[in-house]
């Protein structure tokens, strides 16, 4: 199997930054995805990076680092509504995807 | 356009019994996901079809799992014979592509009960 270690749970307060962070094995890689999950709801798409750097999409963004094995999402202005789990998943050998285990993400006042 | 859909969205059932979980990908979608999430093993992949064909279902856990398209725009998961341990909720989704560089779009998923 693959493994992929992202924290279970983080805790921030609205208008905070949060960094989801998640490594995953190196051999046949390609890409790293991150998904949001609402709870009761269906994973949807936020981001996928195949290269090193930062991808920024509004209020999130994406890193990948390929020589560390690692990647992190980035939550800035955090809002109730963000308060989801979040999956990273890799894309390796052309033809398999994994996800991670998940992060809860609480977002307080 | 209507997204993804699965139905049904519940299903409650006894062991022993057949099970036909039914998803029909966003038109013009020509790659094909199924999923199972529980609490115990989280999200993972069964398998996928790109362009109706199976691609990898190494993630199938065994033969009492079986899943067919027939066409583009309907795809089928079965489990016979159920087992308890098949409860969960199985999503199916769909993508332009087969790589994992496009999005995948989920439908809201089938709540699966096997008593």
């Known amino acids: 199997g693959q493994s992929l270690e992202q924290p279970s749970e983080v805790t921030a307060v609205e208008g905070a930054i949060v960094q989801i962070n998640c490594t995953y094995q190196?051999?046949?890689?390609?890409?790293l995805s991150w998904y949001q999950q609402h709870d009761g709801g269906a994973p949807t798409f936020l981001s996928y990076?195949?290269?090193?750097g930062l991808e920024e999409t509004g209020r999130f963004s994406s890193f990948l680092s390929r020589s560390d094995s690692y990647g992190y999402l980035l939550l800035q202005e955090l809002q109730m509504k963000d308060s989801a789990s979040y999956f990273c998943?890799?894309?390796?050998?052309?033809?398999?995807?994994?996800f991670g285990s998940g992060t809860k993400l609480n977002v307080k006042p | 356009d209507a997204g993804v859909i699965q139905s049904p969205r519940h299903e409650v059932t006894e062991m022993g019994q057949e099970v036909t979980l039914r998803c029909k990908p966003i038109?013009?979608?020509?790659?094909l996901f199924w999923y199972r999430q529980t609490m115990m093993r989280g999200l993972e992949l069964l398998i996928y079809?790109?362009?109706?064909?199976?691609?990898?279902d190494s993630g199938m856990p065994e033969d009492r799992f079986s899943a067919k398209m027939p066409n583009a725009s309907f795809s089928t998961l079965k489990i016979q014979p159920s087992e308890p341990r098949d409860s969960a909720v199985y999503f199916c989704?769909?993508?332009?592509?087969?790589?994992?560089?496009?999005?995948?779009?989920f439908g809201p998923g089938t709540r699966l009960t096997v008593l």
């Open positions: 989704a769909s993508s332009i592509g087969a790589g994992g560089n496009n999005e995948q779009f």
């Open positions: 190196t051999s046949g890689f390609y890409g």
């Open positions: 990076n195949a290269l090193d």
């Open positions: 998943a890799v894309w390796k050998n052309f033809n398999k995807f994994y």
């Open positions: 038109s013009g979608h020509n790659s």
């Open positions: 079809f790109n362009n109706n064909v199976p691609i990898d």
